[in-house]
């Protein structure tokens, strides 16, 4: 049984008895670890608020090696996701975010630089402007550190390199876009604006860390619908918080 030690958000929280429950993290050294935590259901617990979904912490776990959970040992809490009550939309922003991780990532299988990508993500939604962006840039971000980064200007079945029309086909189940050649007699196959294609490619290049302007998407709705449609995919069951985010297809209110 080894004492690890690492820093975490919590990705869910299930209870298990009358005092404990059990809590799946997303750990920047570890990847996803499920950990029993002892306790954490009693009005006084040693973990301060730590156990919160959304919430960064510092861990330390008991590893086991057998087929028994791992034993959270301690964690205090370093940082809150702080957003108004009311704002059900930053939430849901959140919980999404949680959702994929906790669908798309194994225990044990570190990504670091996704953990810090969530991080600043998570502090930008707190009061960024425009929600779209900031989202769909996560998602790209985390398709890639995944390999499942979409292709948006060759053509996933023959190489050849997509003419720029107006609109271009994306097929979901080769993740990227395909020629018009290719796009004979497939099925499956989403046409989008070209301008949709040129800004999610963008996207996935942003780097979060030097509080880079966004901006706003043109094509929010096609975006947004591309966006469900390629992880909905790669997931391969309905995502939960996915459907109550119809709000970042809408135009925002000029400020
Ligand atoms: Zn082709």
Redesign the pocket.
């Known amino acids: 049984m080894n004492s690890e030690k690492t820093d975490g958000v919590v990705l869910r929280i299930v209870e298990f008895s009358e005092s404990s429950c059990i809590v799946t993290w997303f750990t920047r050294d570890f990847g996803k670890v499920t950990t029993m935590a002892k306790g954490a259901r009693r009005r006084k617990n040693p973990y301060e608020g730590a156990i919160d979904v959304l919430s960064f912490s510092k861990i330390v776990f008991l590893h086991k090696r057998s087929d028994s959970l791992d034993l959270l040992t301690e964690a205090k809490l370093e940082r809150r996701f702080r957003t108004a009550a009311k704002d059900l939309h930053r939430l849901y922003c959140g919980y999404h975010l949680l959702e994929l991780l906790n669908c798309l990532t194994d225990d044990f299988d570190p990504h670091p630089a996704l953990y810090d990508q969530l991080e600043r993500t998570l502090v930008r939604l707190e009061s960024e402007e425009s929600l779209a962006p900031l989202m769909t840039c996560f998602e790209l971000q985390l398709l890639k550190e995944l390999g499942h980064s979409p292709e948006w200007k060759f ?1 996933v ?2 190489g ?1 390199e997509i003419e720029r029309h107006s609109r271009v086909a994306f097929a979901p189940v080769e993740g990227g876009v ?2 018009r ?2 796009r004979v007699g497939r099925r499956q196959v989403i046409s989008i604006a070209r301008q949709v294609a040129d800004e999610l490619e963008f996207l996935s290049r942003a780097n979060l860390s030097h509080g880079v302007e966004l901006g706003r998407l043109g094509g929010l709705g096609e975006t947004r619908g591309l966006m469900g449609q390629i992880l909905q995919h790669l997931i391969g069951r309905p995502l939960r918080v996915l459907p109550l985010l119809g709000f970042l297809g809408r135009p925002e209110p000029a400020k």
């Open positions: 053509c079945n023959c050849v395909v020629c050649r290719c």
